[in-house]
């Protein structure tokens, strides 16, 4: 469906996010105790045939941001292992990081109830590294 119950609250219309909310909760099985990066690089597969598309990607990176503010906030201080992830294996490209890391908004856009400008400062500054890595081309 096209609705979704998200942290206790209905969301109409948000497919993509919804799904992304799914994949995050339920598919990919993902143990909050432990770095998220190593879980995302194992069910590569699975993250990628669930975003096919860059509006998916930008959606996924919503939902990621959401699930550490509310399942692993250890992560918000070391985001940069998570995009970096994400990003090596293809999953999310350059472009919807991109826009996601200049958004400092963007939980705001999705729900304002769940947003925290300290924790969308948090999660930002800890992925800074890698995104200007990205940004300038460098291999590995």
């Not at 919804?18 to 432990?34: D, I, K, P």
């Not at 509006?55 to 990176?61: I, M, N, R, T």
């Not at 959401?66 to 995009?83: H, N, S, Y």
């Not at 999660?123 to 590294?129: G, K, L």
């Amino acid at each position: 469906g096209k609705d979704a119950l998200i942290y206790g609250d209905l969301f109409n219309g948000k497919p993509l996010h919804a799904q992304a909310h799914f994949l995050l909760m339920g598919a990919a099985c993902l143990n909050n105790e432990e770095p998220l990066g190593p879980q995302i690089i194992a069910k590569d597969a699975l993250f990628r045939g669930c975003v096919p598309g860059e509006e998916a990607q930008a959606a996924l990176l919503v939902m990621m941001e959401l699930f550490c503010i509310k399942e692993a906030r250890e992560a918000l201080e070391d985001f940069g292992p998570v995009l970096r992830a994400l990003w090596e294996k293809d999953i999310v490209s350059d472009g919807p990081i991109e826009a996601w890391h200049l958004n400092e908004n963007a939980i705001r856009e999705f729900h304002p109830k769940h947003f925290s400008q300290e924790d969308a400062e948090a999660i930002r500054e800890s992925s800074r590294e890698f995104v200007m890595w990205m940004q300038s081309g460098e291999d590995q």
